[in-house]
């Protein structure tokens, strides 16, 4: 695709449930960014990887978010047991290095 | 990201008035990203500066980077009701690392 892509744009989870977001990048992009972001905040960043390597996973909440790129291009965070402060958008960027990252649409979450 | 301060939180100005947006890390960039942000999308980029002293424009928008690489600015000149929206600046680190700051929202009244 021309863009990174996520999906799914909504995704309503029920207190307790795991969830998994996936994130398309851009082809040929080695950098792969995930955040959070909080109605009204800035994105908060969680993990980033560099092909298939998880180079910084300081900004993963808790033991509960686990995110993965196996091959170098598509990447997936996962929630297990999600909780009401869970609920947020998560954004996913994508870039060649250090230059203009491309953010997708993000995925809103919403823990019922 | 306390690395990062973004100020102000919110700007409500006049259409047609200039406007600035500052951003301030604690440690020194390898380079610096602005994105503006319309509720409920994605981030659009802006510019991106490297190197120290560095000035871009696009349209109305000119974006500088200080010579300390440390501090940028954001700033809007005659600004229009499509200028509004969250401006986010992004920093890179060393480590190919992004953080953003909290975000500057935008209104500007007609």
């Known amino acids: 695709g021309a863009g990174v892509s996520q999906s799914p744009r909504y995704k309503v989870a029920k207190r307790g449930q795991d969830v998994a977001l996936r994130c398309d990048p851009i082809?040929?992009?080695?950098?792969l960014f995930w955040y959070q972001q909080a109605l009204g905040q800035g994105p908060e960043f969680l993990t980033y990887?560099?092909?298939?390597?998880?180079?910084?996973k300081s900004g993963l909440p808790s033991d509960r978010f686990f995110a993965e790129r196996p091959e170098g291009s598509v990447s997936t965070l996962k929630i297990q047991r999600t909780q009401q402060e869970d609920s947020a958008v998560y954004l996913c960027?994508?870039?060649?290095?250090?230059?203009?990252?491309?953010f997708g649409q993000g995925t809103r979450l919403t823990v019922v | 990201s306390q690395e990062l301060e973004q100020s102000p939180q919110s700007l409500i100005v006049q259409e047609g008035k200039n406007l600035t947006i500052n951003c301030t890390s604690s440690?020194?960039?390898?380079?610096l990203y602005w994105y503006k942000q319309k509720y409920g999308e994605g981030l659009i980029f802006l510019m991106m500066?490297?190197?120290?002293?560095e000035e871009k424009s696009h349209e109305k928008i000119t974006a500088k980077l200080d010579e300390k690489k440390q501090q940028s600015s954001l700033h809007i000149t005659a600004s229009q009701p499509s200028h509004a929206g969250i401006y986010l600046c992004?920093?890179?680190?060393?480590?190919?690392?992004?953080?953003f700051g909290a975000g500057t929202r935008l209104t500007v009244k007609p």
């Open positions: 992004g920093a890179l680190y060393n480590n190919n690392d992004m953080r």
């Open positions: 960027a994508s870039s060649l290095g250090p230059a203009e990252a491309f």
């Open positions: 990887f560099q092909n298939e390597a998880q180079l910084d």
């Open positions: 440690k020194t960039l390898y380079g």
């Open positions: 082809s040929g992009h080695v950098s």
């Open positions: 500066l490297q190197k120290g002293g």
